[in-house]
Every structure is written in structure tokens, then in C-alpha cells.
T-cell receptor, first 115, second 114 residues
Framework: AQKITQTQPGMFVQEKEAVTLDCTYD???????LFWYKQPSSGEMIFLIY??????QNATEGRYSLNFQKARKSANLVISASQLGDSAMYFC????????????FGTGTSLTVIP | DGGITQSPKYLFRKEGQNVTLSCEQN?????MYWYRQDPGQGLRLIYY???????QKGDIAEGYSVSREKKESFPLTVTSAQKNPTAFYLC?????????????FGEGSRLTVL
């Protein structure tokens, strides 16, 4: 079975500090992709970063990096130098290429950046 | 600009009525998806389609119906059989192969049953 688990319902971080949002996944497939999305209060879903299962290096996109530990099946999102605009819901998702192109989402983490 | 357009953004429905949410994309994506999001919860898959005239049920398809007559369009009908339809609905699309293959989302439709 395919599953994404996000165990932090809510997180707080001081402005300009770094924060790590946890994500663990479960799949028996070898070929998959891991995604992080940001959902501000407006409701839109913003794609942040992607990590492929065969990628050896951790993905980075600006202030976002993905700490990929394949053996532990974790794909944590690290946001450096937090800004007030980072306050939002964050969702981890997985796409397993052999399962009919379905995406599996976690329940999300609500991040609040404190000035 | 390429993207996904959902309409209406807000919709009110009386109990017993069917409503249809529109989703149109001009990204030339083969796959399209409908998700439901309840307050404080993640996204749950209602239906998805990988090709015109074909679609598959997701985890919570009961009370919903879809059609895929054109590649660009994937409307969702919330029927009167859906017992608790008040929610935020997101339409998305993606390519079928290639990386990263992320989902592109519309802005969502918020349905309230009165």
C-alpha cells in the first residue's frame, strides 16, 4: 500500500530561522517521486520541490531543500530563513509511476512564522 | 498563460440539488484529477482520468460523477447522493510520463450546502 505520513499537525518558527517539516512515505515500488506543496489561506496549491527516488543528491529550490533519506523512507522539507509569507499549510505527496498515475497526499502541516 | 481554470469559485447549493464544477486546462496534459479537501485535512481523490472518455474512481467517488469528453475538460458533478458535499474542491492535471511530473492545480471551488 502507498502512504504518506506527516506527523506534525502544526509548527511554529521564528522569522529568519530554519524549520524542518517531516514526511515519511511507504511504498514497495522502486520508482517514485516525492513532492512538496504549499497551500496559503487562499487555497491555491503551490508546487515547491521534487525528489525522484533515483536521485542521489537532495533537491534544492531557493530556500527550500528536501532532506531525502531513502533507507528511512523520509523526505523532510527544510525551509531556511523563514519569512512571514511562509505561513501556510504544507503537503507532502508521492507519485508512484506504476500505480496508474495516482498521487498520494499526507494530511499536511500548518506552519506559522512568528515575527 | 497556461493553467487550469476552475469555476465557479464559490457555489451554494440547496439539499437535493445536483451541481457541476467546471475544470478546464490548456496545458495539454493527459491526466486530470479531482480532489476534495475538508477543513484541516489533506486531499482525498474523487476521480481521475488519463485519457479522453476514460476515468477511474478514487477513494471517495460515491455521490460524484465525472466526464472526459475533451482532453481539456474534466467537469465534476456533485449529486444529491453525496451526503456531506460542503467542502473545497480542487482540480489538477499532470503529464503521464517524465519528471518531475508534478500536479498543476486550479484555484479551487468552495461548495456550501444550505
Amino acid at each position: 500500500a502507498q502512504k504518506i505520513t506527516q506527523t506534525q499537525p502544526g509548527m511554529f518558527v521564528q522569522e529568519k530561522e530554519a524549520v524542518t517539516l517531516d514526511c515519511t512515505y511507504d511504498t514497495s515500488d522502486q520508482s517514485y517521486g516525492l513532492f512538496w506543496y504549499k497551500q496559503p489561506s487562499s487555497g491555491e496549491m503551490i508546487f515547491l520541490i521534487y525528489q525522484g527516488s533515483y536521485d542521489e543528491q537532495n533537491a534544492t529550490e531557493g530556500r527550500y531543500s528536501l532532506n531525502f533519506q531513502k533507507a528511512r523512507k523520509s523526505a523532510n522539507l527544510v525551509i531556511s530563513a523563514s519569512q512571514l509569507g511562509d505561513s501556510a499549510m504544507y503537503f507532502c505527496a508521492m507519485r508512484v509511476w506504476n500505480t496508474g498515475n495516482q498521487f498520494y497526499f499526507g494530511t499536511g502541516t500548518s506552519l506559522t512564522v512568528i515575527p | 498563460d497556461g493553467g487550469i481554470t476552475q469555476s465557479p469559485k464559490y457555489l451554494f447549493r440547496k439539499e437535493g440539488q445536483n451541481v457541476t464544477l467546471s475544470c478546464e486546462q490548456n496545458l495539454n496534459h493527459d491526466a486530470m484529477y479531482w480532489y476534495r479537501q475538508d477543513p484541516g485535512q489533506g486531499l482525498r481523490l474523487i476521480y481521475y482520468s488519463q485519457i479522453v472518455n476514460d476515468f477511474q474512481k478514487g477513494d471517495i467517488a460515491e455521490g460524484y460523477s465525472v466526464s472526459r469528453e475533451k482532453k481539456e475538460s474534466f467537469p465534476l458533478t456533485v449529486t444529491s447522493a453525496q451526503k456531506n458535499p460542503t467542502a473545497f474542491y480542487l482540480c489538477a492535471s499532470s503529464i503521464l510520463t517524465g519528471v518531475p511530473g508534478e500536479l498543476f492545480f486550479g484555484e479551487g471551488s468552495r461548495l456550501t450546502v444550505l
